[in-house]
């Protein structure tokens, strides 16, 4: 059966546009509200939804994703919590659904196990910042991943090599995650200009779309970046609209802030 994510990337060819994915932490502001959120993101044109499960310790990720996830973790959301709402999603919306989690997450729960319940729970992907490829051989991630049919979604840093970029694309599937700059999540009002340098030296090696994430946050990024790249990743920008509005206004600022990325003029 075919991934939901290779159809969906084939329909945003098909409109010859840039994909959109967008990213809720699971519990924040709170499970039923991460469920409607991912609907709105939806409604709002999101072409795939990152599922992050909370972490106390998420190393990749900014000020306010880290917040988001201390105060999930505070309610008691765990790993469970994240299939339960990801099997609710699925028989809600249409777009497609990636975990995004840190392998300590994946470890715990037990590798195996991990995959084949966030496959029965409708997940299309998995996006494991820090399992790197050259643990594979004890790990048996990727190998796991392929048997339920999730694509394990390479995430490349700007200073990786050719030699690394080489490794991680033996094998990559739906889209490679490309960081557009090194650090931590969080929005910016700039993008740094050696991106573009860096998307292109990742486009030569990987031979599947290129999405980027990692301080996008309006629409002069996303404008900046489409003609670079097939995916924008925004993540923390549409936290802090959640964070900015009203709690019962939450759904409206979230629509409004992601229509404001890829509203096209008329």
């Known amino acids: 059966m075919m991934n939901s994510i290779?159809?969906?990337?084939?329909?945003?060819?098909?409109?010859?546009r840039i994909g959109l994915m967008t990213h809720v932490v699971v519990g924040y502001p709170s499970l039923f509200e991460t469920v409607s959120l991912v609907?709105?993101?939806e409604r709002a044109g999101a072409d795939f939804i990152e599922l992050q499960i909370p972490f106390s310790d998420p190393l990749a990720d900014g000020p306010t994703i880290m917040k988001a996830c201390e105060k999930a973790l505070r309610?008691?959301?765990?790993?469970?919590?994240?299939?339960?709402?990801?099997?609710?999603?699925?028989?809600?919306?249409?777009?497609?659904?990636?975990?995004?989690?840190?392998?300590?997450?994946?470890?715990?729960?037990?590798?195996?196990?991990?995959?084949?319940?966030?496959?029965?729970?409708?997940?299309?992907?998995?996006?494991?910042?820090?399992?790197?490829?050259?643990?594979e051989h004890g790990e048996h991630f990727f190998a796991a991943c392929k048997k339920n049919n999730l694509y394990a979604i390479r995430v490349i840093s700007p200073v990786s090599t050719i030699g690394r970029l080489k490794?991680?694309?033996?094998?990559?599937?739906?889209?490679?995650?490309?960081?557009?700059r090194q650090g931590t999540t969080?929005?910016?009002?700039?993008?740094?200009?050696?991106?573009?340098?860096?998307?292109?030296?990742?486009?030569e090696v990987f031979?599947?779309?290129?999405a980027v994430?990692?301080?996008?946050?309006?629409?002069?990024?996303?404008d900046l970046l489409k003609r670079q790249v097939d995916i924008v990743i925004v993540g923390s920008a549409i936290i802090d609209a959640i964070n900015r509005s009203n709690r019962k206004e939450i759904a409206k600022s979230t629509q409004q802030f992601i229509e404001s990325l890829i509203k096209v003029p008329r």
Do not use: W
């Open 207 to 210: 031979k599947i779309p290129v």
């Open 75 to 135: 309610k008691g959301v765990r790993v469970r919590d994240a299939f339960r709402v990801a099997a609710q999603l699925k028989k809600k919306v249409e777009v497609p659904l990636l975990f995004m989690a840190y392998y300590n997450n994946v470890f715990k729960y037990g590798v195996k196990r991990f995959c084949t319940d966030a496959k029965k729970a409708g997940v299309s992907g998995l996006i494991i910042p820090d399992m790197p490829i050259d643990e």
């Open 186 to 203: 969080g929005a910016q009002k700039k993008i740094d200009p050696n991106v573009v340098a860096f998307l292109k030296k990742v486009k």
């Open 167 to 180: 490794k991680n694309a033996k094998g990559a599937k739906g889209f490679v995650y490309c960081m557009a």
């Open 6 to 16: 290779d159809i969906r990337l084939r329909k945003i060819q098909k409109e010859k």
């Open 39 to 41: 609907e709105t993101m």
């Open 213 to 222: 994430g990692f301080g996008i946050s309006k629409k002069e990024h996303v």
